[in-house]
């Protein structure tokens, strides 16, 4: 057989089979398990980075989009947002948009400045109010004593919700009596309303500020009619749609009234939250570059270790090429099982996380109060497939040392 047709056969994958299990137990052994290790953990800190970063900008965001809905639309003015002008409640586009298929709700909102009042304390808040077409579920996991109320289109009801935040500024408690001020012209005017349900989101700069209570109290305080809403809140069901749907409730609204989304109307939180992604990459960086160093000097061990083998295979006829994809065998050995450990570990640290909440953060400061973990099948497969292919990338750069060992000198000092 010549040894052309000899090599032709998988003979590469037969010599990195065996150099691993001859590594075993040998010097080149430790450095191997070293690699594994590294490539395991780094793996493992990227998915769980990334994972914990996803998680945390999509608790935010709808928290965020829980106050005021992915899209806003109102009348333009040159007013503050929180005293809007009225619009008509039937809207020709109103039935356009709610058969739309990337939105899951529309429903009527209007807001009015006002002022709480206790016996010893003051804090200026803004009454919310909503109407029957009112969807509660964000408020659902978020109540921590009471319940929600509900608003007809007759009767108007007195009950409201606030926060744990302004409950313990004011000192109020469920079921107690609230009493809010409001300007009208230059006319204060009071309301006594109740509270019968206290939520929690953590969003401290959106829970002191929010009093929801029945938008029929809006429209007398304003001398608006039943049928004037201050806008209408547009809830999309994916949050990637937003800056395209944005512009195309736009242009179904007509030229008096204005669609803004909900990162325009709070910009800074959003930008802040496209400040994580920053440091998400720095880790990633680093930890690409600790991983790198150690890949390299462990494929060099292997091949230092090995030369007399390099120098044998070249003498009887193995070109460079068929030499290099024994060690890249072995490379797929290392990063093989490196990934495997790696998202074992980092599976299983997120299912824990996301299960029984082992870590909890001061909710004060994070706005959540526990690492949220988000499992994307997309992000997983993205860092698995970038770390096989910089792993490949990196296990090619020793190899061509390859190319330099001379087979004469290899076996003479073997």
């Not at 349900?197 to 039943?226: A, S």
Request: a positive charge; one cysteine or more.
């Amino acid at each position: 057989m010549q040894s052309k047709d000899f090599f032709h056969l998988n003979t590469e994958f037969f010599l990195a089979n065996r150099l691993v299990m001859l590594s075993k137990g040998n010097f080149s052994w430790t450095f191997v398990v070293i690699a594994i290790t590294s490539i395991a953990l780094g793996l493992a800190i990227m998915f769980i980075a990334v994972a914990i970063l996803t998680g945390f900008k999509n608790e935010i965001r709808e928290k965020v989009v829980g106050f005021s809905g992915h899209i806003q639309i109102t009348r333009f003015s040159e007013n503050s947002n929180f005293e809007p002008q009225p619009i008509d409640n039937k809207q020709p586009f109103y039935y356009k948009l709610k058969n739309t298929d990337e939105i899951k709700h529309i429903q009527a909102f209007a807001t009015k400045a006002g002022i709480i009042k206790t016996r010893d304390h003051i804090q200026g808040v803004i009454l919310k109010g909503i109407g029957p077409d009112f969807n509660w579920d964000f408020f659902k996991d978020k109540m921590i004593e009471g319940r929600n109320f509900s608003v007809k289109e007759a009767n108007r009801t007195d009950e409201v919700i606030i926060s744990r935040k302004i409950a313990n500024l004011l000192n109020l408690r469920l079921n107690d009596d609230l009493r809010m001020y409001f300007i009208v012209g230059n006319t204060p005017l009071g309301r006594k309303f109740k509270i019968v349900g206290i939520y929690d989101t953590g969003l401290e700069e959106f829970d002191k500020l929010y009093v929801i209570g029945d938008i029929h109290h809006i429209q007398k305080l304003n001398n608006w009619t039943n049928g004037q809403v201050g806008g209408f809140e547009v809830y999309l069901k994916k949050f990637q749609d937003i800056d395209r749907m944005g512009v195309y409730v736009y242009h179904q609204i007509g030229f008096s009234l204005d669609a803004s989304t909900i990162k325009m109307l709070n910009q800074q939180i959003f930008d802040w939250l496209d400040l994580q992604d920053i440091n998400v990459l720095i880790i990633l960086i680093l930890i690409i570059l600790v991983s790198a160093t150690t890949i390299i000097s462990t494929l060099l061990i292997l091949i230092l270790e090995r030369t007399s083998m390099v120098g044998i295979l070249k003498a009887l006829g193995m070109p460079n090429s068929g030499i290099r994809k024994v060690f890249l065998y072995n490379a797929v050995y290392i990063v093989g099982w490196g990934m495997i450990w790696g998202n074992l570990l980092a599976f299983t640290l997120c299912l824990l996380q996301k299960k029984f909440s082992l870590v909890s953060l001061p909710q004060e400061t994070y706005y959540v109060s526990v690492i949220p973990i988000n499992l994307d099948v997309l992000n997983i497969l993205l860092i698995n497939a970038g770390t096989l292919l910089i792993s490949y990338l990196i296990f090619t750069i020793p190899s061509f040392i390859i190319s330099r060992i001379s087979p004469v000198k290899a076996i003479r000092f073997s």
